[in-house]
């Protein structure tokens, strides 16, 4: 174990990370355009397409990724495709992650309040306006946690690409380990690299939930927020070693300590709900 | 049932619930495709080619923008993640094509008119439910419409609710002689804003009239009794 530190910042192996990330990235790149491509044609009014997409997630789901792998770079060069490793890689990631990702798609846009959708469409919006200003926006939010998850299922999935000698971090790992027979440091190195990139992708995910929340509070707000302390002592000066005036609501907040509610102006009002919230 | 609002400036639509006031209602806007007859706003049949076949959704809704016919839900069906001001703005833009300035510029006077400027920036899910409605309210009316059809406006509200949104319609109706046509249980409300009453009961008009007439001496034993039960509950005043 006295090399794990070694192997962790092993150029031979970091080089493996980004095969990976780019075979997660190809194939998530892939798997969203394709997944919108059958979530609309689900969604669709034409039922034909409907079926068409509902035949593809069949046999895409159904089938397990490291098949269409080794068909993806083995068989299609038989029939002229030839794809370079990665390629190939992409590809099947891609075609697997599709029908994923359109379930979560079309789960998202089914999820999007109908009366909404049905005030929109007596405002005289088009289908087109409709999904852009109103069901997009909505939809969005709700599937980021979903797309995350696939984010990192799509990420752990890319090791399999190891089988079709794509010289990703599991492939380098294992070949690093036969070779040195030191495989307690190395595998125990690149567990550590896969947990780094999954932890990463969690901290994107946070942040972009964050960032969609509606009711976000700017980050100047926050800190004051966490600094509340602070505040509370500027804003609420005890009055403290006076005699409590005889009308009034008053709030005892400590023996000699008298808090006056004070009405407050509509406008403040409006602009503390603003900030509350 | 066949009924026409030409020279009547508001109409409300009583019956008991699942008596089609809503389908009514929705059929004019072409929510909801009607079986059968026909339902002409503006003297256009909205929805429709002119051979009686259905048109795209796409082309239905610029129709619909075109004709002008806006709608109240009983749900509000505000759109969530958009702000008081930019729910109004937002359909003036996408749909109508105004300018930024221009459409904050009106939403902010229908907001100024139903009494929610100081909420112009609140998100639905923060306002009231009567505030809720008031803004519902003004997104139907901004760009002026030439019916405005209110679905059961007050129904999902709680009581002390009810008043500041019937307030708004009163006004409505009074200050720009808007024609509407009103789904609603609140007889008093009823008497107070329609010129004409249509009772419907299970999908068909059963008897209609002016306000007055009907209110006070229904023909119709369905109309009469339905009259006396809701009557009973919220409008002792009105003879049965």
Known sequence: MELFAHYLSLPYLLRGIEFTLAVTGLGLLGGLLMGLVLASMQLSRFWLLAILARAYTVIFRGTPLILQLVFAYDALPQIGIKLSAIGAAGLALSANEAPFIAEILRGGVLGVDRGQIVAGQALGMTPGVLMRRVIAPQAIRTMVPALGNETVSALKNSSLASVIAVEELTLRSTQLASSTFDFFSIFFASGLMYLALTGAVSVIQLIIEDLLDLDRVPMKERLARLLSWRRIGTLVAPISNRPAPASGTHLATGPAEVVKLVPMAPADRAARSKRVR | ?240
């Open chain 2, 1 to 240: 049932m066949s009924s026409s609002c030409r020279w009547l400036r508001r109409i409300a639509l009583l019956g008991p619930s699942g008596s089609g006031k809503s389908t009514l209602l929705r059929c004019i806007n072409r929510l909801e495709t009607c079986d059968s007859g026909t339902v002409r706003v503006g003297g256009r049949r909205l929805g429709y080619k002119d051979d009686g076949s259905s048109l795209t959704p796409r082309a239905i809704a610029k129709e619909r923008a075109s004709v002008g016919v806006g709608m109240v839900f009983q749900q509000f069906n505000l759109f969530g993640h958009l702000s008081a001001k930019e729910n109004i703005a937002g359909p003036l833009r996408w749909v109508h094509g105004w300018s930024r300035p221009d459409a904050d510029r009106r939403a902010h006077e229908l907001l100024r008119r139903v009494g929610l400027s100081y909420r112009a920036d609140a998100l639905p899910r923060h306002l009231s439910g009567g505030q809720q409605q008031r803004v519902a309210i003004a997104r139907a009316l901004a760009p002026n419409p030439t019916v405005l059809l209110l679905d059961e406006p007050t129904s999902a509200l709680d009581p002390e609710l009810v008043n500041e949104v019937l307030d708004v319609i009163k006004r409505l109706a009074v200050e720009d002689g808007l024609t509407m046509i009103i789904a609603t249980h609140q007889l008093r409300f009823a008497d107070e804003v329609a010129d004409r009453i249509v009772f419907l009961s299970g999908g068909s008009i059963i008897e209609e009239g002016p306000t007055h007439e009907i209110l006070s001496q229904p023909k119709n034993p369905l109309t009469a009794r339905f009259l006396r039960v809701v009557g009973d509950e919220r409008l002792p005043g009105v003879p049965s």
